[in-house]
Each structure stands twice: as C-alpha cells, then as structure tokens.
C-alpha cells in the first residue's frame, strides 16, 4: 500500500484569505473599464481599436505561450486580459497595428514568461512593455504628432510637455477640471484621472491593493513639486498639473501596487510608494522624458527586494535556559 508523506512540501503562500488570484484580477478588470470606456468616448473608433487588439492579441499569446511550454495555461486567471488592457490604455488611439502587436509579444514572452510567469517577475511587465516601445520607436509613441489628425476635445499636446515648451501661460489651457474628467493627449485611457483614481479607491476599499503605496506615490509627488515650484515658480509646474496629468495616477494605483514587485511590509510600501512619487517628478523635471513615471516605478522594482526587508524589529522576551 502506498503510504501519504510524512511532509508535504509546497510553494507558498501557505495561508490565504480565501481570495483567488482570478478574483484579483477580475476586480482589477472591474476597476479599469470605466476609465477605458472614458478613453474610447474621446478617442472614438480608433481608441477601442487599440484597446481591442492589445486585449486579443495579449491573451492569444499567453495561451499559445503555455501550450508551447506545456505549462498550465494562465489565460482563465485574468491576468492576461488585465495586462492587455493596461498595455492598450498606455498607447495612444493611433498607435499604429505592428506596434500594438510587437508590445503584446515583449509583454506576454519577455515581460512576463521569460520571468517565469504569473508571479515570477520582477519588474512590472506592462511598463517594462511599454518603456521598451518607447526607448525603441519614440516617433510612434510621439502623441502630439500621432495624434494630430484626430478629432477630440483634448488639447493637441501634453500638459506637462506644454508648460515646459512655452511656459506658464500654458497652463491656462489645461483647467484641472478638464485633466480630471480626462481631456488631455496621452494614452488611450492613462489620462482618465478621476476614473482611475475611482477604480483604485475601490480596491484599496475591497482589500486587493494596499492604500500605503498609492499614497506615498501621489503624496510624495505632490510634495517634491510643490517644493520644486515654491523655488522657482517660472520654471517648475505646480503640483496639481503633475498629478492631474499624464499616467502618474494610473501608476499609483495599478502599476506600483502589482503583488509580484511591490513590498509587503507597511513601512516598505510606504519607502517604495514615496520612492517612486519622488523620482516621478525629478525624471519628468529634469529628464528628457515629459512623464518620467514609467521609469521610476521599474527603477523601485529592482531594488524592491532591498526595501521589503524593512520591517519592525520583532518583540520579545528572552528567558534564560534553565
């Protein structure tokens, strides 16, 4: 008769809250398509075009991935479906089809399962996608020249690009009310701002991301460029068109909080949180880039590992041997 082991050994988590990961990720879907559907209400046809082929092509290939690595398929747990929409809702609505399709590829092959899958990577896959597009074809990802021929209520370049290129009186033309609701050039739907900030706020309240990092992010980056326009108010933008532009709040929420390369640890998620917020706005200040926020997320995501061993010192007694 075969006997059970004594031991059975196990890849952790051991103990869970009863919460799966295709709950996780299905009430991460649930939290994005309000802002993805704001995105293709003002970008029309072509937006939902983007969304749709990122979304399809992503989750063909991680099916076909699997299969090729005999590995179970991770297709039915959602990520695939998640990640292809964030990656869709970071390009713009005239993205043109063979980027689309190339950033789908790196995301599933190398991003992702060159890693070793869900759960495996270190660096956020969607931005690491996405910063490898833009180092690659800057043109392409060049929205005020992209995006010209499109009718839209948005303003035909980026907010933080405009303050920079003809100074302060440009911020005139981007009311904060206008960048909440989402009226700005950008991607399809990282600009949606009050709605993003609307799904995270929902799963901070559900329990599927935790509040620290997120407000370390924002708060720390409203604080660095409050900072930096006290000091020289010509030349710095004000700390509410950072927050309220670009795909800072999008990050925030959905980016810097993945599970596989956030911290654990409270005090952790609070340094990598600030972390990020504070090289947001130094990248997007002094870099060459106008939205330095993929940057500095990836760049906490290596040192990650480092962070999360900061923790409380454990409280104890000692009781001498008898």
């Given amino acids: ?75 039915l747990d959602g990520s695939a479906l998640v990640q292809g929409l964030m990656l869709g809702m970071l390009l713009h609505a005239a993205a043109p089809w063979w980027l689309v399709l190339i950033g789908a590829l790196l995301l599933v092959v190398l991003a992702k399962q060159f890693f070793g899958g869900q759960g495996g990577y270190l660096l956020q896959p969607v931005l690491l996608t996405y910063a490898i597009l833009l180092i690659s074809w800057p043109g392409q990802l060049n929205t005020a020249w992209r995006l010209g021929g499109l009718a839209t209520a948005a303003q035909p370049i980026e907010p933080l690009l405009a303050w920079q290129s003809f100074g302060p009186g ?35 309240i559900r329990g599927f991301i935790a509040w620290r990092i997120p407000l370390a ?3 720390m980056a409203f604080v660095a460029a409050l900072a930096l ?22 990050a925030a929420f959905f980016m810097a909080t993945d599970f596989s390369c956030a911290p654990v640890n409270p005090w952790a998620q609070v340094i990598f949180g600030a ?18 926020t993929v940057f500095a997320v990836l760049l906490m995501n290596l040192v990650q590992p480092l962070i999360d061993r900061v ?5 104890g007694v000692e009781v001498a041997s008898r």
């Fill in 217 to 219: 992010f924002l708060g």
């Fill in 311 to 315: 923790h409380p010192p454990v409280i």
């Fill in 1 to 75: 008769m075969k006997r059970s082991p004594l031991l059975s050994v196990a890849m952790p988590p051991h103990t869970h809250f009863g919460i799966s990961v295709a709950e996780i990720h299905l009430n991460q879907l649930l939290a994005l398509i309000p802002a993805a559907a704001g995105g293709v209400l003002l970008w029309g046809l072509p937006g939902l075009r983007t969304l749709l082929l990122a979304v399809g092509t992503t989750v063909v290939l991680e099916w076909l991935t699997g299969r090729m690595m005999k590995r179970e398929t991770s297709v």
């Fill in 275 to 292: 972390s990020c917020g504070l090289l947001a706005i130094l990248i997007r200040t002094f870099g060459s880039y106008p939205d330095g």
């Fill in 229 to 250: 326009h006290l000091g020289d108010a010509t030349t710095y933008a004000p700390p509410g068109l950072h927050l309220f532009s670009g795909m800072l709040v999008f």
């Fill in 170 to 204: 440009a911020a005139d033309a981007y009311p904060l009310g206008n960048l909440l609701l989402g009226l700005q050039t950008g991607g399809v739907a990282s600009g949606m701002i009050g709605l993003l900030a609307l799904g995270g706020i929902y799963l901070i």
